[in-house]
């Protein structure tokens, strides 16, 4: 019998790399989808005959328990959330619902349906914010900085709850930023590479940025949906931290961004206070080595060939667009 695994969000950057990596291990593979009056399968279309997708919505806990009986799945993976963190001081309390509650939601339908179901949450290194030690680890205490690490340190806590409480394999991954071709255009990263191509054709003149002394330790997003998946497999529930463990800041993207279309970053780049934050989380930098010693995990693109790669997929996406 083939195992069979949910996903939620799977529509995003990390539910279409995930979804691709459980087929490549054989895996049933179903994905939890709301509504929308225009579909939005693009990151997921190349497989959409290979998976299943199901109507759901987290806000609604009812959706969640049909599913899960209806699918009867080994392995669910919570990977929806309202994910901008922006976009989480003009929608508190949307981002709450969606981010922490959801988590919530999803963990009390595993335990109604069958507590058997192995489960992982979508952490994040916005929970250290603030952070308390560099680099960060799975004890490093959170302090997070912005509406959506707040709503996400809820979700890692719920999880870790409902494993003592009621012996679930419920498992909290704390994932640093992972990038790729497939990222939102809002996101740092890729909103750079997407400008950056744009100027390189001829297509735009500036590029408007926030905070560039800000410090990310950034990795490919296909690397991290494989330590999900790895962390699943384990026979005992852990949280683990995912990341390079090297960091660089925005404006060390910028320069190798710019540098792969042989420009000089500075001569496009406007500071805009619209993209400054109200509140700054200035530096983060994971340990990665439990995840490196208990799952056998490593990053395999390094931050150079992440940004190259994500520069070069944009030039090629708008060149086809542009019909350049
Ligand atoms: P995306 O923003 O690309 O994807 C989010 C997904 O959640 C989309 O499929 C979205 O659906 C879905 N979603 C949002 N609200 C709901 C809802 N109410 N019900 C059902 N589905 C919903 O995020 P990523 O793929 O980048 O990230 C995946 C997860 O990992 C998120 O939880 C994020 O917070 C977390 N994370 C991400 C990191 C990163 O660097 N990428 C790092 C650490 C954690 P729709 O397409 O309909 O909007
Ligand atoms: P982040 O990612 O907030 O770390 O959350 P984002 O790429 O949005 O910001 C990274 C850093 O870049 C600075 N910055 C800008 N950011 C954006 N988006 N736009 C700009 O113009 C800009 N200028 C500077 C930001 O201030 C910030 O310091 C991502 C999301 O995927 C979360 O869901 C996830 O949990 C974390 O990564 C880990």
């Known amino acids: ?21 459980l087929l490549k291990q054989d895996y049933d593979v179903f994905g939890l989808v709301r509504r929308s009056s225009t579909v939005n399968y693009e990151r997921i ?20 328990t049909r599913a899960l009986s209806d699918i009867r799945p080994q392995e669910v993976y919570n990977l929806a959330a309202q994910s901008f963190v922006q976009t989480s001081w003009t929608q508190p309390v949307f981002t709450s619902d969606v981010t922490a509650l959801g988590v919530t939601r999803i963990l009390d339908a595993i335990r109604q349906v069958d507590p058997a179901i192995r489960f992982y949450q979508a952490s994040s290194s916005e929970m250290f914010g603030k952070v308390q030690e560099v680099p960060q680890k799975e004890t490093t205490p ?8 707040v709503a996400k340190v809820y979700g890692h806590w719920i999880t870790v709850n409902y494993r003592e409480s009621y012996q679930m394999h419920a498992t909290s991954g704390i ?34 940025m926030g905070n560039l002394d800000a410090q990310r330790d950034w990795g490919f997003a296909g690397d991290y949906v494989k330590a999900m998946w790895l962390m ?31 420009l000089d970053w500075k001569q496009y780049v406007v500071q805009d206070e619209r993209y400054m934050r ?32 994500m520069v070069e997929s944009d030039l090629q996406l708008l060149k086809a667009d542009h019909r350049l």
């Not at 996903?7 to 995003?12: L, N, Q």
């Not at 005959?49 to 806000?59: A, E, M, N, V």
């Not at 959170?142 to 690490?149: A, E, K, L």
């Not at 699943?232 to 792969?260: I, R």
């Open 278 to 309: 109200p509140a700054e989380v200035d530096l983060l930098v994971g340990d990665p080595s439990k995840a490196g010693k208990k799952l056998g995990w490593e990053p395999q693109v390094t931050f150079e060939q992440l940004v190259q790669m």
């Open 45 to 64: 279309h190349h497989i959409q005959d290979q998976i299943t997708l199901i109507s759901g919505d987290i806000l609604d806990q009812t959706s969640m």
């Open 232 to 262: 699943l497999q384990q026979e005992t529930p852990e949280d683990y931290v995912v990341a390079t463990g090297q960091t660089h800041s925005v404006e060390k993207l910028l320069t190798v961004a710019f540098n792969a279309v042989d």
């Open 175 to 208: 994932l640093f930023n992972h990038e790729s071709p497939r990222r939102g255009l809002e996101f740092a990263p890729r909103k750079v590479s997407y400008n950056v191509a744009k100027i390189k054709l001829g297509l735009a003149k500036e590029l408007r």
């Open 1 to 21: 019998m083939k195992k069979r695994a949910l996903i939620t969000g799977i529509t995003g950057q990390d539910g279409s790399y995930l979804a691709e990596y």
């Open 142 to 149: 959170f302090y997070p900085r912005s509406p959506y690490g």
